[in-house]
């Protein structure tokens, strides 16, 4: 029996080793790359970093000079929709940069890939006469593979890997298949924590509009506010927020970013441009976008102020278009998901802008109904001092010289008896009118008014007042209603031995505290007139406060927009 020839099969392992080491290599290669993309999404990484990772990976394990990923924007995932390069590497970054458009077309390698759903290839003529066979030639690119990613059972997107050298290994279809299929799970991970991010950046930024609603600030703020949101999430440079009044004009109403004439908030704009983005979403009441200013007539001033492209969002409340949002960039193009992830913004904050222009609504209607009122008491005060003040005042000195005349000293007891009847009720009526709206307020202002309130309670009162100008009528008048009723509580009710008033108008705000030392335990329920008070001051605007524990007293403060302190 001849012995085997084991040198044969020597020589046959000897020649099969290097292929196994090489395999052995590639697939060590493969799980660091994949490692570390995992560690980047580990570690928080944005889906751009990701993206941007996978292809840097994916062009040093075959060898490309160049790749990039691209995702389809078209919801189905069907390769007729334009594509989004969302991570680029290489010679290509430069002239396919992220944010590039891609308009698939045939003999595209990445069309092929994503309708077929396996790898495709080009090379030699075929990539040079393709639609990207300019860009190959400046780059001196001769081959390019794609393979298709897939995430969630859905085509997402593709990779794409190009060389100068005349073609790609035959196995290059097969590893980018491999490399791209576990690297699709990065890509998936990559995104739901990035959703959750937003959506939990979201719903921070919706409670903190809603508290602002809440504290009862300002439409105005709320606006600045929601408006900020929207740069913090969307923007790439500014954020405007625009309202659409009834006569066709639009008024910007908040700007965060950039400034200029043409973006001064308050600033109402009667012929804005119909193509820009103010006319197109009140045209059709959805989102649109500019992706370059300089293909938009009248866009330089735009370009003047640093951005390039634009999109923006319709703002609905209560059913009808009320405004827009627009977030701008310095860049060519804006996300294409950036419309849908704007909508689902702006909708719910369009809960909080109803909620403020609500709110500010309310407070205006009660303002004026106070403000009718007022003048009510007023016209009534003067029609008693004017008329039947003086009426009486004249019948009553007649009376009086009547009865001083010698021939009349049978009556003269009686009609002195009528006068001082007159008299009384004279003195009933002015004290009737003077709490109608008395007539040093209107007169002299509020700290001669609080003074004589004080002089005419029945308990001890300490006025200090510091007050060097005219305050706007209706805040006058509700700090004098707020000391009056409070003095009247306390000569009532309070056992008081001693009220405090202090007022003060430093600044734009009138501060005013008044304070008794008696049993306390007010309770706004029981019909006190409290609740009229809290009513008047929060209809103009400014805040009421009680603290009335048992045995400690009472004490109201009370904040008003006083203006500016040169207003009279």
């Known amino acids: 029996m001849t012995a085997p020839d084991a040198g044969a099969d020597v020589d046959r392992s000897a020649l099969a080793e290097p292929d196994d080491l090489a395999r052995l290599r590639r697939l060590a290669q ?7 993309v995992a560690t980047l999404v580990a570690g928080g990484a944005t889906p751009g970093e990701v993206f941007t990772a996978v292809a840097d990976e994916l062009g040093h394990l075959i060898g490309a000079e160049a790749s990039f990923v691209a995702r389809v924007d078209h919801p189905s995932g069907e ?9 680029s590497y290489g010679d290509v970054a430069g002239e396919v940069p992220v944010g590039f458009r891609i308009a698939p077309q045939p003999g595209m390698v990445t069309t092929a890939a994503i309708r077929t759903g396996l790898p495709a290839r080009a090379d030699g003529e075929r990539l040079a006469q393709g639609p990207f066979g300019a860009i190959t030639g400046r780059l001196g690119l001769r081959a390019a593979v794609a393979a298709p990613i897939v995430v969630g059972g859905c085509r997402w997107g593709a990779t794409v890997a190009a060389t100068s050298r005349a073609a790609f290994p035959a196995d290059t279809e097969a590893r980018i298949a491999d490399f791209t299929e576990l690297a699709a799970t990065a890509i998936a991970n990559a995104r739901a924590e990035h959703e959750l991010r937003e959506l939990a950046d979201t719903q921070a930024a919706l409670r903190r509009l809603a508290e602002l609603v809440a504290r009862g600030a300002a439409p105005e703020v709320v606006f600045a506010a929601a408006t900020r949101e929207a740069l913090r999430h969307f923007g790439r440079g500014t954020a405007r927020m625009i309202r659409y009044e009834l006569d066709g004009t639009a008024t910007i109403v908040a700007n965060e970013g950039t400034s200029g004439p043409h973006v001064q908030v308050g600033h109402r704009w009667e012929g804005y441009p119909e193509t820009g983005l103010t006319a197109t979403v009140r045209r059709t009441g959805r989102a649109a976008r500019i992706d370059d200013y300089h293909d ?14 634009a999109v923006a969002v319709p703002i609905h409340v209560d059913g009808r278009l009320w405004g827009m949002i627009a977030a701008g960039s310095g860049q060519r193009t804006l996300p294409a998901d950036i419309e849908q992830r704007m909508s689902e913004f702006t909708d719910l904050v369009a809960t909080a802008i109803a909620n403020a222009q609500s709110r500010s609504e309310l407070v205006a209607s009660r303002a004026r109904l106070l403000t009718a009122a007022d003048e009510a008491r007023r016209r009534i005060e003067r029609d008693l001092h004017d008329g039947a003040q003086q009426g009486l005042l004249a019948l009553a000195l007649r009376l009086r010289t009547v009865a001083a005349r010698p021939e009349c000293a049978a009556i003269r007891d009686e009609t002195g008896e009528i ?5 009384g009720v004279i003195d009933d009526l002015r004290e009737i009118s003077r709490g109608i709206h008395p007539a040093v307020l209107s007169s002299a202002g509020l700290p001669p008014a609080l003074r004589a309130l004080g002089r005419r309670c029945p308990v001890p009162v300490e006025t200090t007042v510091r007050i060097d100008r005219r305050l706007p009528e209706p805040v006058e008048v509700g700090a004098y209603y707020v000391v009056s009723e409070m003095l009247t509580n306390a000569a009532k009710h309070s056992r008081a031995t001693v009220v405090e008033v202090d007022a003060d108008a430093s600044g734009h705000t009138l501060r005013l505290c008044v304070r008794d030392d008696g049993i306390g335990g007010a309770d706004p329920l029981r019909g006190s007139g409290l609740v009229g008070l809290k009513d008047r001051i929060e209809a103009l605007g400014g805040s009421f406060s009680l603290h009335s524990p048992p045995g400690e007293g009472t004490t109201v403060s009370c904040e008003l927009p006083a203006g500016a302190p040169h207003e009279r």
């Open 30 to 36: 493969e799980q660091a790359a994949l490692r570390r």
């Open 419 to 423: 006068a001082a009847g007159l008299t």
């Open 79 to 87: 390769p007729e929709g334009e594509m989004t390069v969302v991570g």
């Open 296 to 309: 938009v007539p009248g866009g330089e001033t735009y370009l003047r102020e640093g951005l390039v492209s």
